[in-house]
């Protein structure tokens, strides 16, 4: 039987030079493939949670909104660079077929970063599985990692509010230097 999985390739890491707080999703999904922005899908409650956090209104220009996040020193990036999946969710992901980012190594040469926040279950799988193995023991014990709750509409039991509730966790590294 043939598979209808599709070759995926991930987004370029968008980080400013004050990078404290590394947020990794899974992969990107089908609409910020095609668009080539983290968090595309109308849906995700990405970027108006981050707005709540980071004091600055969701409904920017995506480049202002990039603005915002490192000004905030929060950086984007994914798990997984690349990947084999049959749709656009986490779930599609064909098993085996998954390569990671070059984590380790963009961590270190990071050392402003201090916490990793895993964007949902997915994320949080393969950290585990394909980064936390291959992390230096000094770069795993400067680095806090958290699983936190996703922001894609696939998880819908959760509103802003209560992912803001979870996600708080960051705030102590939010802001400025």
Partial sequence: MASSATQLHGLPPQAGA?????????????????????????????????????????GLDYPQRLAALHAAGVGLWDVIGACERRGSLDADIVRGSEVANPLADWLASR?????????????????????????????????AVHALPSTSPANAAFSVERLAGQWRILAPHLGGP
């Fill in 18 to 58: 004050d990078c404290r707080i590394l947020v990794l999703g899974s992969m990107p999904g089908a609409a910020s493939l095609a668009a080539a922005r983290y968090y595309a899908h109308p849906r995700n409650r990405f970027w108006p949670l981050m707005g709540v956090l980071c004091g600055f209104d969701a």
């Fill in 111 to 143: 050392p402003g970063v201090r916490v990793v926040a895993l964007n949902g279950g997915k994320a949080a799988q393969a950290f585990q599985r394909h980064v936390a193995p291959s992390l230096p023991p000094a770069l795993a014990a400067r680095i």
